[in-house]
C-alpha cells in the first residue's frame, strides 16, 4: 500500500471534518442508525421476517440506490430464490458458526440477486469494527492505494479476498486514529474510500484475473464469467428501458443468453439478441445466431465475449452465414465500463428521489 497516497487522503479528511464539523456529525448519526437498524434483526427476526419487512430491509442499503423500482429487484430475489431460503441463507451468513470465507462463499453459491457489494455491506452493519463494505468503489481507491491481487470481476470476489480486504480496511483504519480521526469503524473507512480516493486513476495498477491452475477451475472460472457478463447485459437493458430477460428461447431450438425487447406501439416488437462466449468452441454461438436471426423481429445480434475471442469468431464465422448489418460484437471488459456507468448514473439520479418510492413507510 501506497503510505503517502493514503496519509494525504487522511489529511485531507481531516481538513474537511475541521472545516464542516456538522457534515461530520451528521455522517456519524447516518452510520449510528443505520448500524442500529439492522443491529436489531436477530437470526430469529430474520427467520421470521414477511416480504415487507424483508423489502424494508433491503432496500435501505446503499447498494439498492441504483435501482429506482426496488420492489422489482426484492420480488425478484423472492422468486428466484425461495423467499425461506433467502432467509434461511441470510440468517447463517450474519450468525451461522462457520467461519466467514465459508459463509461468503456460501450464500453466494445460493442465492442469486444478492452479490457482493450487498452482503459485505449487511455485515459491515452487524459488526462494523471487523467487515467492510467490498465493491467496485473499495477496490478502485485499494488500486489506488497500490493495493495489489485485487479482484476484477465479481466471481473474483471470494470469502477468502473479503477477508484480505478487511484487514487492509483494519490497516487503514489503524492509520486513521495515529492520525486523531474519531470514528476508525470500518465503516468510516469506507467514507474514507468513496470521498478521498479517486474513483478512475489512470495511475492505477492494471490487475490481471488469477490465471487457473486447473482445467476443472478454468471450466468453473469460465461459468462464473459467462453468467455474470450475462447478468449485466440484463441490467444494463433494465437501466436503458428495455424489457430485460436472461436465457430467453428466441427461436425454434435457439434459447440466447440476453434479450432486450421494447414494444412499438401497435405494431409488435423490436429485439435485441445477446450470446456470451467465454471460451471454447464457437460452434454453439454460431448456430444459436443463425437461428436467432430467423425471428423477423431481431433488429441486431449481439456476440459478447474477450477481445481474443471475438477475432476468432470473427475469423471461424462462415462467410454470408450471419447478416452482417445484424451482427455485432461487444468485448466484456466494455460491457463492464458501461454497466459501472450506467449504475453511477442511476445511483446519482436515484438519491435526488424525482420519483419517490411508493414502498417505503
Known sequence: MNQNKLTTAIEHLKCRQLENPESLQEAMEERKERIAFYQGFSSDKLLTMTEDDFYKYISRLWAMIIWGNKKF????????NGFDNVKKQLAELLFGSNDIIKRWDNFLKKIKGMGPATISELL?????????????????????????DL????????GKRFLEVCKIGKQIAAEMKNKG?????????????????P?????APVVAPPQPTTVVNNHQIQKSLHDEIKQKLVEIGIWLGFESRAEVKIAAGAVVDAVWEVKIGNMGKAIYVFEVQSSGSIDSLILNLL?????????AIVAVSSAEQIEKIKKELPENAIDRKKLKM???DEVTMVHESLSKAHASINKLALVPDGFNN
Open 73 to 80: 429487484v426484492v420480488d425478484k430475489i423472492i422468486a428466484d
Open 124 to 148: 459491515s452493519y452487524y459488526n462494523p469494527d471487523e467487515y467492510m463494505i467490498f465493491n467496485g468503489t473499495t477496490v478502485k481507491a485499494l488500486n489506488f492505494l497500490e493495493v495489489p
Open 151 to 158: 479482484p476484477k470481476y465479481n466471481y473474483q470476489y471470494t
Open 181 to 197: 480521526i474519531q470514528d476508525t469503524t470500518l465503516l468510516a473507512v469506507d467514507y474514507l474510500l468513496w470521498d478521498e480516493m
Open 199 to 203: 474513483s478512475d486513476s489512470e495511475t
Open 291 to 299: 437461428r436467432a436471426q430467423s425471428n423477423a423481429a431481431v433488429q
Open 330 to 332: 461487444w468485448d466484456f
